[in-house]
Structure formats: structure tokens, C-alpha cells
């Protein structure tokens, strides 16, 4: 079932610059193969649900195992028949401002 996500993980109470930490979760989430794209606050990643939900799992944990509080804040879009919407979904939003 193809799934699409929007994540964000972060450590929560470390203090005010995060991208050291961040940059760990999402370099775990690169290396998955699955279509992802970074944005300022969230990170995309597109697949079947196991290996999206594990890949999740796994970014999470790179903080967690370390001790630190991990808030995490995801968004799913589950859509039975569709894939690659990461792309899909913006070419349609901008085929309708046309």
C-alpha cells in the first residue's frame, strides 16, 4: 500500500540550534532508497508502508538510543492505487492555478 509521509523528528529540550541532530535522522532517512525531500521543517518519504513506517522507526531511534527526548510529528496520506504522489499530487495543485 502506497504511502506518502510528511515526518518531522527532532530532539526536544537540547537546546536552541538542532541541525546537527536532525542532520543524523535525515541522512538515516536518505540511505532508506525511498523518495524523500527535505523542506525546512518536514521531511517527505514515499513507499509501502512497511518500509516507510520502518524507516521512520529507525530515523527516530537515532536520537532515542542516544538518551534524548525524541518529539516526533508525522502526517500520512494512504492512497490505494496511487504512487509516486511526492510528485504527482503538486504537478495536479499546479495544473489547477494555471
Same mark, same amino acid.
Given at each position: 500500500m502506497n504511502t506518502l509521509v510528511a515526518v518531522a523528528i527532532a530532539p526536544f529540550g537540547t537546546?536552541?540550534? @538542532? %541541525?546537527?541532530?536532525?542532520?543524523e535522522v535525515v541522512k538515516v532517512i536518505r540511505d532508506s532508497g525511498l523518495p524523500n525531500k527535505t523542506y525546512s521543517m518536514f521531511t517527505e518519504i514515499e513507499g509501502e508502508w512497511d518500509k516507510v513506517?520502518?524507516?521512520?522507526?529507525?530515523a527516530t531511534a537515532? @536520537? %532515542?538510543d542516544k538518551g534524548i527526548r525524541t518529539e516526533v510529528i508525522m502526517k500520512m496520506d494512504i492512497r490505494p492505487g496511487y504512487t509516486?504522489?511526492?510528485e504527482e499530487?503538486?504537478?495536479?495543485?499546479?495544473?489547477?492555478?494555471?
Open positions: 537546546g536552541d540550534e @538542532l %541541525a546537527k541532530d536532525v542532520a513506517m520502518d524507516t521512520v522507526k529507525k537515532v @536520537l %532515542a509516486n504522489t511526492m499530487k503538486l504537478k495536479r495543485l499546479e495544473k489547477e492555478m494555471k
